[in-house]
């Protein structure tokens, strides 16, 4: 199941432990696999490298199952990883896996700072459009663009609801979401389509 990643530029690829399979990414594996066998992206804990085949852990502060202690690799890559970088580089070749690496969600992408991709720690993952441009709902449960913080009417958990149209899945979409001015959110391109076509 290793071959490159479409979702994200990186140069590695993860350990799916739940199945013990080298993938690209999460959405790599949950597209292969379907929804009835999703990778949890925050038990992801070894990667390998694609220059030089170098399987390590995600946090060097990570004890390996695998018998091996990476803590004292590299001083170097320690404190690399104590200010939040971890397993951004190789550590055995020194490649730089990706540009943007968030050590919550385990997310390796090139385009981070282009897709203005931010972590917030209200929401727990990873989020695209940059942080400036956005706040976190605190009743809805997801990030929104300031632009309706005055606007929006509130639903519980809205975020956190499957798409009317879709029956997807919106808290980690990684589409556009709609709030409608009842409050509810839905896709973008659902939303768009269901104008369109009634």
């Known amino acids: 199941m290793t071959t490159e990643c479409p979702h994200y530029g990186r140069r590695c690829f993860v350990l ?6 080298w993938v690209g990414c999460r959405l790599c594996h949950d597209k292969q696999l379907g929804s009835h066998h999703l990778i949890d992206r ?20 990570y ?21 939040q970088k971890c397993a951004q580089v190789c550590v055995a070749c020194c490649t730089t896996m990706a540009a943007y690496f968030c050590p919550v969600c385990h997310l390796f992408d ?19 459009g940059g942080r400036e441009n956005y706040y976190h709902c605190v009743t809805c449960c997801g990030c929104y663009p300031h632009s309706i913080r005055t606007k929006h009417r509130c639903v519980e958990a809205s975020m ?28 973008s391109k659902c939303h768009d389509q269901y104008v369109k076509h009634g």
């Open 63 to 83: 004890v390996a199952s695998r018998g091996t202690c990476w803590l004292t690799t590299c001083f170097f890559l320690h404190l690399m990883c104590a200010t």
């Open 16 to 21: 799916a432990e739940c199945c013990d399979n």
């Open 42 to 61: 925050f038990a992801i804990e070894w990667m390998r490298c694609n220059v030089c085949q170098t399987e390590q852990p995600v946090c060097l502060f």
């Open 160 to 187: 956190h609801h499957d798409c009317p149209i879709c029956l997807e899945v919106m808290f980690d979409s990684l589409d556009t979401v709609n709030v409608l001015p009842c409050g509810h959110v839905l896709h």
């Open 110 to 128: 090139d385009k981070g700072r282009e897709k203005q991709i931010f972590h917030c720690s209200q929401c727990g993952i990873c989020r695209v």
